[in-house]
């Protein structure tokens, strides 16, 4: 009977722990850092999540080595496929990028790649000028400096809006910003090994020759 009474308590636990849980998958990236409670949770319930999600027509990744977790709308169908099913709205919406934010997360992609093989920290964080370096060799040129810094600090508060970056607290020094880890997820190896290519096609456009059209940094 006490073996009873403490497996229903555990059951009822979990089922008290999945709301919120899911609640804040739906609405946001989890993050071990952030939230270690929550991530426990994530890890003794994450058959459950995937079951839940997927009637939703979702996907969870969970990448315990980095402490990350977040739910990706699943491939659409092949044409051929599409035909004889039922096309399910999609929950997470696609938002396509700008050139320079779709810039900004390929240079610190790369960046990441650099510091990872480094063999160092384990956060990547670079200052407003260290991005603005990143950047300035591919925006149109600008005799003002102040200007430019203006509009690259404009591109990294919509990738910090998107969950790749996070403002760090630095009191009164220079602003300074990590590079989370889950950028990784949403730019991959092959894209990255590209890159060189990519860049061209960036430069290109800056040249103000026709655009190459790249799709691989919707969300």
Known sequence: MEAHTINSQSTSDQDSALPPLL?????TVLY?????????ALLKLQARVRDYVAVLNLDLVLDEAEGYAFLKSRPEP?????????RVPRLVAR??????????????????????ASGGDTRLVLSKDDIAG???VFLPDSSNEARLVDQVETHINKVIDLGFVRKLKTGNNPQNYE???ILKAFVDAQW???FDVRLASYQAQLAGEEPVQDNSNDE
């Open 78 to 86: 092949g044409e051929q496929e599409a035909k004889t099913k039922t």
């Open 179 to 181: 590079v989370r880890r």
């Open 95 to 116: 938002r396509p990028l700008s050139f320079p934010v779709s810039l900004l997360l390929a240079l610190l992609r790369k960046r990441l790649a650099e510091f990872d």
């Open 192 to 194: 990255l090994a590209d």
């Open 32 to 40: 071990r850092e952030d939230d270690e409670q929550l991530w426990g």
């Open 134 to 136: 990143l950047m300035r």
């Open 23 to 27: 609640i804040n998958l739906l609405k």
